[in-house]
């Protein structure tokens, strides 16, 4: 037993052992086979280095003797160096787009071969002076660095540019452009920087990689005719909105196109690419930063939870489905009044989601459902909203947004659903709209409604971009026409988020609600429907001024402004820097009742001018006391 163990492990030394040679054997067979011309230039490198050292040395009085120690010393000479090059990974490479690295690992495997060098005189019978070496060494050294880096050394800047290449000006964070710059020199790029502007003073004046730069930001226009611009590259830093507006208000006025490449902090995790860049958004000008989300606080609340999202076919609703899917519930049901948004939002809808074809007016069917699936949580984004249709029609608004909703938080509260999220608008405060009125009746419904141990909230926030029948896909289709582009007034403003951050945000708040809550949603900065309409225009690539812009006026219904907060309402902090809390009071609940009884009744019998009457008595400033006088 102890022989076959000592032969097996004889064997494994064995193995191990030629493994090894192996391996070393075959690093100089690959090196030679990968890049034979480099070794063989090595080869040259070497012998013409260590002569001219020799010559140097003795200041060309060689004699016969010397030349003779030098050519058994060659031979010595090339191995170590070649050898220490194949060590040092430095054949096989693409040398154009060599960098830091791989000149430190030149500088070491020419220090190493000639220290090496030096520790082999001793032993040798007849070798060069300790002079003669360390200057070979040296010269070595510089001129296979040469040979390897002369397409970077020589190359002329934009020379890695094709002959039709678009000449550019970067503009946004310079420590992106000196990336971007360094790529559209040295590759094969369909693009040339010529100029840089930035808006930081210490950057005025200089260059990158012989790139002129120049600031502040007013100055692109010039800059752009000066150097015969074809396109404006932007590359900001994240959340530089202000930059970016800028740079695309002067490419629009110098008639230029603009593309963008990803922030400066996305870069920084790895290198730009030239394929990174791309056309201008609306996201992009509207600067939304990005929203962080406790990501684990939402998983526990919904994984292996039962889940009913109503109007699930719409914007937002679908955009919950999708993100709620990913976290893994028992069962998502999803509901929608109409067939075809409900197909749609089923065929994106990851796992295996319910479909549920019922109207949220129907209190029998919307108690049965309740019954039947016992939901541990209800997202309820079912709503009319069109403020201009809904103006016309007040009954329908009233008997969707305002009786729907009560007929959900009533089977809800009856089936012992613990979580209810309803989602609302910035509309609702100090409502001058329809619409808005009836979200804002939604939002005192569940707070009369939350029962002792739920935990219901609702969640504002403003315009969703490019949502179903909102001013953008309205104005992207005005202009694919020709225009006119119709705004209602050109001091009219609005907030904007994104669907997904909008949506991001809602799941957060329903992490956050201890019950009875209304919450906010930070929405930025508001945006002038005016310049959204001329960046859109922008960004379709008309030139300026070839679609019209029109004046229509504010239609009934509407506000030249929105709000955050009513005078009537307070806003508190959450641990989340993007939601806040809006502190509202609580409506007397008996006059409440009574009231949507009466509204009720008014919007079966579709009397619309007595149902908007009573809709805005009912959300004056205080909603107790107008609650009493109308159910009086």
């Given at each position: 037993?102890?022989e076959?163990?000592d032969?097996r492990?004889?064997g494994?030394?064995h193995?191990?052992?030629?493994n090894?040679l192996?391996a070393a054997?075959?690093?100089p067979?690959?090196?030679?086979?990968s890049?034979p011309?480099l070794?063989?230039l090595d080869?040259?490198v070497?012998?013409?280095a260590?002569?001219?050292a020799l010559?140097?040395?003795?200041?060309?009085?060689?004699?016969?003797?010397q030349l003779?120690t030098?050519g058994?010393?060659l031979?010595i000479?090339?191995?170590?160096?070649?050898?220490a090059?194949i060590a040092?990974?430095s054949y096989g490479q693409v040398?154009r787009e060599?960098?830091?690295r791989?000149a430190?690992a030149?500088?070491?495997?020419?220090?190493?071969?000639?220290?090496?060098?030096?520790v082999l005189l001793?032993?040798?019978p007849?070798?060069?002076s300790?002079?003669?070496?360390?200057?070979g060494?040296?010269?070595t050294?510089?001129l296979?660095g040469?040979?390897?880096f002369?397409?970077?050394?020589?190359?002329?800047?934009?020379?890695?540019?094709?002959?039709?290449a678009t000449?550019?000006v970067?503009?946004?964070?310079?420590e992106v452009?000196?990336l971007v710059i360094q790529?559209m020199?040295h590759?094969?790029?369909p693009?040339v920087p010529?100029a840089?502007?930035?808006?930081?003073p210490?950057?005025w004046?200089?260059?990158m990689?012989?790139?002129?730069v120049?600031?502040?930001?007013?100055v692109?226009a010039?800059?752009?005719?000066r150097?015969?611009?074809?396109?404006?590259?932007?590359?900001?830093?994240r959340?530089?909105?202000?930059?970016?507006l800028h740079?695309?208000?002067?490419?629009?006025v110098a008639?230029l196109t603009?593309k963008i490449?990803?922030?400066?902090?996305?870069v920084?995790r790895?290198r730009?690419?030239?394929?990174s860049?791309r056309?201008l958004s609306i996201?992009?000008?509207?600067?939304?930063?990005?929203i962080?989300?406790?990501m684990?606080?939402?998983?526990?609340?919904?994984?292996?939870?039962?889940?009913?999202i109503?109007g699930?076919g719409g914007?937002?609703?679908?955009?919950?489905?999708?993100q709620?899917?990913v976290?893994?519930?028992?069962?998502?049901?999803?509901?929608?009044?109409?067939?075809?948004?409900?197909?749609?939002?089923m065929?994106?809808t990851s796992?295996?989601?319910?479909p549920?074809l019922?109207?949220i007016?129907?209190?029998?069917v919307?108690?049965?459902?309740?019954a039947?699936?016992a939901?541990d949580?209800?997202?309820?984004?079912?709503?009319?909203?069109?403020?201009p249709i809904?103006e016309?029609f007040?009954?329908?608004a009233?008997?969707?947004?305002?009786?729907g909703t009560?007929?959900l938080?009533?089977?809800?509260?009856r089936h012992?659903v613990?979580h209810?999220?309803a989602?609302s608008?910035?509309?609702a405060?100090?409502?001058?709209?329809v619409m808005?009125?009836t979200?804002r009746?939604?939002e005192q419904?569940l707070?009369?409604?939350?029962?002792?141990?739920g935990?219901?909230c609702?969640v504002r926030?403003?315009?969703v971009?490019?949502?179903?029948g909102?001013?953008?896909?309205?104005?992207?289709?005005?202009i694919?026409?020709?225009g006119?582009?119709?705004?209602?007034?050109p001091e009219?403003?609005r907030y904007f988020?994104?669907?997904?951050e909008?949506v991001?945000?809602?799941l957060?708040?329903?992490?956050?609600t201890?019950?009875?809550?209304?919450?906010m949603l930070?929405?930025?900065?508001?945006?002038?429907?005016?310049d959204?309409?001329?960046?859109?225009?922008f960004?379709?690539?008309?030139?300026?001024?070839?679609?019209p812009i029109a004046?229509t006026?504010i239609?009934p219904?509407?506000?030249?402004t929105?709000?955050?907060?009513?005078?009537?309402?307070?806003?508190?902090?959450?641990p989340?820097?993007?939601?806040?809390?809006?502190?509202s009071?609580?409506?007397?609940?008996?006059a409440?009742?009574l009231?949507?009884?009466e509204l009720?009744?008014l919007?079966?019998?579709?009397?619309?001018?007595?149902?908007?009457g009573?809709?805005?008595?009912?959300t004056?400033?205080d909603?107790?006391?107008t609650?009493?006088?109308?159910?009086s």
């Amino acid at each position: 037993m102890v022989e076959m163990i000592d032969n097996r492990v004889d064997g494994g030394v064995h193995t191990e052992v030629w493994n090894r040679l192996t391996a070393a054997l075959h690093r100089p067979v690959q090196a030679l086979a990968s890049d034979p011309q480099l070794m063989a230039l090595d080869v040259v490198v070497v012998v013409t280095a260590y002569s001219f050292a020799l010559l140097l040395h003795l200041e060309a009085a060689v004699t016969a003797t010397q030349l003779g120690t030098l050519g058994r010393f060659l031979p010595i000479a090339v191995v170590v160096h070649v050898g220490a090059h194949i060590a040092a990974g430095s054949y096989g490479q693409v040398w154009r787009e060599a960098g830091i690295r791989d000149a430190q690992a030149m500088i070491a495997a020419g220090a190493g071969a000639t220290t090496l060098l030096l520790v082999l005189l001793d032993p040798l019978p007849a070798a060069p002076s300790v002079v003669v070496v360390l200057l070979g060494g040296v010269t070595t050294m510089l001129l296979a660095g040469g040979v390897r880096f002369r397409t970077r050394l020589l190359a002329r800047p934009g020379s890695g540019c094709a002959d039709d290449a678009t000449r550019v000006v970067l503009v946004g964070s310079v420590e992106v452009a000196r990336l971007v710059i360094q790529q559209m020199q040295h590759v094969e790029s369909p693009w040339v920087p010529v100029a840089v502007v930035n808006g930081h003073p210490d950057h005025w004046g200089r260059s990158m990689h012989g790139v002129p730069v120049f600031g502040p930001l007013g100055v692109l226009a010039d800059v752009a005719r000066r150097y015969d611009v074809d396109q404006v590259v932007l590359t900001p830093s994240r959340g530089d909105r202000d930059t970016i507006l800028h740079a695309a208000d002067q490419a629009r006025v110098a008639g230029l196109t603009a593309k963008i490449l990803p922030t400066v902090d996305d870069v920084m995790r790895s290198r730009p690419q030239l394929r990174s860049i791309r056309d201008l958004s609306i996201d992009d000008l509207l600067g939304r930063r990005e929203i962080r989300t406790d990501m684990l606080a939402v998983q526990a609340l919904l994984t292996g939870r039962r889940v009913l999202i109503t109007g699930s076919g719409g914007s937002i609703g679908s955009e919950i489905a999708r993100q709620v899917a990913v976290c893994g519930p028992e069962r998502l049901v999803l509901l929608d009044h109409d067939e075809t948004h409900l197909h749609d939002v089923m065929a994106v809808t990851s796992g295996n989601p319910v479909p549920v074809l019922i109207d949220i007016r129907d209190t029998a069917v919307v108690d049965r459902l309740f019954a039947e699936e016992a939901f541990d949580i209800v997202f309820h984004a079912a709503a009319h909203k069109h403020v201009p249709i809904l103006e016309r029609f007040p009954s329908e608004a009233v008997l969707t947004n305002v009786l729907g909703t009560d007929n959900l938080l009533r089977a809800a509260v009856r089936h012992g659903v613990r979580h209810f999220v309803a989602i609302s608008t910035d509309k609702a405060i100090n409502p001058t709209s329809v619409m808005g009125a009836t979200k804002r009746l939604a939002e005192q419904l569940l707070l009369h409604h939350t029962p002792e141990a739920g935990r219901y909230c609702a969640v504002r926030f403003g315009n969703v971009l490019g949502s179903r029948g909102s001013v953008i896909p309205t104005f992207l289709r005005q202009i694919e026409r020709g225009g006119p582009v119709t705004v209602t007034h050109p001091e009219m403003t609005r907030y904007f988020m994104s669907t997904e951050e909008a949506v991001q945000l809602v799941l957060q708040a329903a992490a956050l609600t201890d019950g009875g809550e209304i919450f906010m949603l930070d929405m930025g900065d508001p945006v002038r429907i005016m310049d959204l309409a001329e960046r859109l225009i922008f960004l379709s690539g008309a030139n300026p001024g070839t679609i019209p812009i029109a004046i229509t006026g504010i239609r009934p219904g509407e506000k030249l402004t929105e709000e955050l907060v009513s005078a009537a309402e307070r806003e508190l902090p959450t641990p989340h820097p993007d939601i806040r809390i809006v502190s509202s009071a609580a409506p007397d609940g008996a006059a409440l009742e009574l009231a949507v009884a009466e509204l009720g009744e008014l919007a079966h019998r579709h009397d619309h001018a007595a149902v908007a009457g009573l809709v805005f008595r009912m959300t004056a400033d205080d909603p107790r006391s107008t609650m009493t006088e109308v159910g009086s």
